[in-house]
RNA sequence: GCGCCCGUCGACUAGCGGUUAGGUCACGGCCCUUUCAAGGCCGUAACACGGGUUCGACCCCCGUCGGGCGCGCCA
């Protein structure tokens, strides 16, 4: 039987870490197995649901390369394409399923093994204030289960709408074996007599996800452990539809959730959580991946970076971890740094061009050849030093433009102190000799001319850099040197020559 | 309140009865070096606690404590 596995996100935000580590989890256990992997949107909750929200989940999707085999169809933008879906299982919109889940909850209620239950959400409420003061479980006392058929009759006439409610049994344990919890067991007594059907109609999520994943024809159910304590409820409901034998044969996995920091559930205040602000700030997909694969799994050897396919290939469900853990930032600017030095500089230079875009720094993102190639030297030139696309700008800042601004404190300490003005126009002079204007012999001239004047190398390459980019810091001098050009080299010397000596 | 899950360096983790408890991030030092990085080497740093079981426990059992999750006409 082919492994089928679905991520299925409730459309009401954006796609959160946790539920891109969730996401590619079942993405890497399909992948590994030859699997499908189902992308299920769950909105069901009539007022939070939004379709802005399918298109920024499947958007982050699709950035970190998490491609579904079944499910909405969208384009680039996540715009959903109705025409277009993906597989045969469908409709993938819960909406879209209500007849389905309606049939399926009438099934029930003919079987006796779901009732309608009549209590308003203020009886509910004031139910469950009771039970908390006397510190009971704030359970449904299952007040609705034997109502006559007169009494019914009565309720509605009186205009009540019911919600329909499972008949949970009200002794015996419900067990299951769990891929990374092992054996897990719940006391059919502790559950309450929970809502299948909503008063519009509309499936509560216990409900929708059983009927999906049975239709669906899922086979490993791979979600975060905060769904672990449902799970008893999700099978009882396949035992009463008469669907032992799948659930049975359902294999569930749940992983451990991701925290902040401080230890408590990730949110807007731990900073970025949803995966696009993290391709916003310049993070590589690759890096994102590669991290929270580390987040709830690991190999045996703990290795750390993952090339290629070799993540697929090693990922497996029993290697997941039973603890939560925290999800920490600086690893991942590590990371990403570690794959921006290992891409090569076209890539690197092609996916930065937006940040440079952005930053004004060029006009476009598609350039001609001469210029692309002059900026692929310039980040090749500090390849090594960026851990962000967002870095890129500020980094080439003074080799893409002529007219950079010069960092005061460096003007200060190494061009305006007595002799360097002499030393650069000395420099200058030697450095319009030079035909070959290569990193080699523009450094052997330097120091040369260091030996000669009896001064320390650093006494020459400090107020050469500073002149010709601004600033104390940057890429490896004679290498930038070279890809500015002689030309541009001489004009910026001049140019900072003759602004300080007339002071 | 009830129930379930979890508990190895600050963080991610390896470990699956006998290890100097390993790796990675971060941190500190040294080296390399025109700067900043990158890289190399070294170092600081952990089995939550208390009982058992055992010749021997990070590992198995019980309890305590701590954290997380669930108990919605949210998912």
Same mark, same amino acid.
Request: aromatic share 8%; glycine share 8%.
């Given at each position: 039987m082919t492994v089928r596995v679905r991520f299925a996100p409730?459309?009401?935000g954006f796609l959160h870490i946790g539920g891109a580590r969730t996401a590619l989890f079942n993405w890497l256990f399909a992948r590994r197995v030859g699997g499908a992997f189902i992308l299920r949107i769950e909105d069901t909750d009539e007022v939070r649901s939004t379709p802005e929200s399918v298109s920024a989940i499947t958007r982050g999707l699709k950035w970190l390369g998490l491609?579904?085999? /079944?499910g909405p169809a969208v384009d680039e933008q996540g715009n959903?394409?109705?025409s277009k879906v993906l597989g045969?299982?469908?409709?993938?919109?819960?909406m879209e399923r209500i007849h389905i889940y309606k049939k399926h909850a009438d099934q029930l209620l003919q079987d006796g093994k779901a009732y309608p239950c009549y209590c308003s959400p203020e009886e509910l409420e004031a139910m469950r204030t009771r039970a908390m003061l006397a510190k009971?479980?704030?359970?449904?006392?299952?007040?609705?289960? /034997?109502?006559t058929d007169s009494k019914r009759k009565e309720l509605e006439s009186a205009g009540r709408k019911p919600v329909v409610r499972f008949k949970t049994p009200m002794s015996g344990e419900t067990r299951f074996q769990d891929i990374v919890r092992g054996d897990v067991r719940f006391e059919n007594a502790l559950l309450d007599d929970f809502v299948l059907l909503k008063t519009s109609g509309v499936p509560t999520y216990q409900f929708a996800v059983v009927i999906d994943d049975y239709l669906m024809e899922i086979t490993h159910v791979v979600?975060?452990?905060?769904?672990l304590s449902n799970t008893p409820r999700q099978i009882l409901i396949d035992e009463a539809l008469g669907w032992g034998e799948f659930v049975k044969n359902l294999k569930f996995a749940h992983l451990s959730m991701i925290l902040g920091p401080d230890g408590?559930?990730?949110?807007k205040r731990h900073g970025a959580t949803s995966v696009e602000e993290y391709r916003k700030n310049g993070y590589l997909p690759e890096a994102m991946v590669n991290y929270l694969s580390l987040l709830g799994w690991s190999t045996e050897d703990s290795q750390q970076i993952f090339a290629g396919e070799e993540l697929i290939q090693k990922f497996?469900?029993?290697?997941?971890?039973?603890s939560a853990a925290i999800f920490d930032p600086q690893k991942l600017l590590w990371m990403n740094g570690e794959y921006i030095r290992k891409i090569g500089v076209p890539d690197l230079t092609q996916r930065s061009l937006p940040f440079l875009k952005e930053a004004g720094l060029?006009? /476009?993102?598609s350039l001609p050849k001469e210029r692309l190639d002059f900026v692929q030297s310039c980040v090749g030139l500090e390849q090594e030093k960026?851990?962000?696309?967002?870095d890129v700008p500020n980094l080439l800042d003074f080799l893409l433009l002529d007219d950079f601004k010069m960092d005061e404190k460096s003007v200060d300490k190494v061009?305006?102190?007595?002799?360097a003005i002499g030393l650069l126009m000395d420099v200058a002079k030697r450095i319009e000799q030079i035909?070959?204007?290569?990193?080699a012999p523009i450094e052997q001239l330097c120091r040369a001319y260091a030996t000669e004047k009896n001064i320390k190398t650093g006494q020459v390459f400090h107020p050469l850099r500073v002149a010709t980019s601004?600033?104390?810091?940057?890429?490896s001098l004679f290498h930038y040197l070279e890809v500015l050009g002689k030309e541009r080299v001489l004009a910026r010397m001049k140019k900072v020559c003759n602004q300080l000596s007339v002071h």
């Amino acid at each position: 039987m082919t492994v089928r596995v679905r991520f299925a996100p409730s459309p009401t935000g954006f796609l959160h870490i946790g539920g891109a580590r969730t996401a590619l989890f079942n993405w890497l256990f399909a992948r590994r197995v030859g699997g499908a992997f189902i992308l299920r949107i769950e909105d069901t909750d009539e007022v939070r649901s939004t379709p802005e929200s399918v298109s920024a989940i499947t958007r982050g999707l699709k950035w970190l390369g998490l491609h579904w085999d /079944e499910g909405p169809a969208v384009d680039e933008q996540g715009n959903i394409l109705e025409s277009k879906v993906l597989g045969e299982k469908g409709p993938y919109f819960q909406m879209e399923r209500i007849h389905i889940y309606k049939k399926h909850a009438d099934q029930l209620l003919q079987d006796g093994k779901a009732y309608p239950c009549y209590c308003s959400p203020e009886e509910l409420e004031a139910m469950r204030t009771r039970a908390m003061l006397a510190k009971r479980p704030p359970k449904y006392d299952g007040r609705c289960r /034997e109502l006559t058929d007169s009494k019914r009759k009565e309720l509605e006439s009186a205009g009540r709408k019911p919600v329909v409610r499972f008949k949970t049994p009200m002794s015996g344990e419900t067990r299951f074996q769990d891929i990374v919890r092992g054996d897990v067991r719940f006391e059919n007594a502790l559950l309450d007599d929970f809502v299948l059907l909503k008063t519009s109609g509309v499936p509560t999520y216990q409900f929708a996800v059983v009927i999906d994943d049975y239709l669906m024809e899922i086979t490993h159910v791979v979600r975060g452990d905060d769904h672990l304590s449902n799970t008893p409820r999700q099978i009882l409901i396949d035992e009463a539809l008469g669907w032992g034998e799948f659930v049975k044969n359902l294999k569930f996995a749940h992983l451990s959730m991701i925290l902040g920091p401080d230890g408590t559930r990730l949110s807007k205040r731990h900073g970025a959580t949803s995966v696009e602000e993290y391709r916003k700030n310049g993070y590589l997909p690759e890096a994102m991946v590669n991290y929270l694969s580390l987040l709830g799994w690991s190999t045996e050897d703990s290795q750390q970076i993952f090339a290629g396919e070799e993540l697929i290939q090693k990922f497996s469900l029993e290697r997941c971890g039973k603890s939560a853990a925290i999800f920490d930032p600086q690893k991942l600017l590590w990371m990403n740094g570690e794959y921006i030095r290992k891409i090569g500089v076209p890539d690197l230079t092609q996916r930065s061009l937006p940040f440079l875009k952005e930053a004004g720094l060029t006009p /476009e993102t598609s350039l001609p050849k001469e210029r692309l190639d002059f900026v692929q030297s310039c980040v090749g030139l500090e390849q090594e030093k960026i851990k962000l696309l967002t870095d890129v700008p500020n980094l080439l800042d003074f080799l893409l433009l002529d007219d950079f601004k010069m960092d005061e404190k460096s003007v200060d300490k190494v061009l305006k102190v007595p002799g360097a003005i002499g030393l650069l126009m000395d420099v200058a002079k030697r450095i319009e000799q030079i035909t070959d204007f290569t990193a080699a012999p523009i450094e052997q001239l330097c120091r040369a001319y260091a030996t000669e004047k009896n001064i320390k190398t650093g006494q020459v390459f400090h107020p050469l850099r500073v002149a010709t980019s601004g600033r104390a810091q940057g890429p490896s001098l004679f290498h930038y040197l070279e890809v500015l050009g002689k030309e541009r080299v001489l004009a910026r010397m001049k140019k900072v020559c003759n602004q300080l000596s007339v002071h």
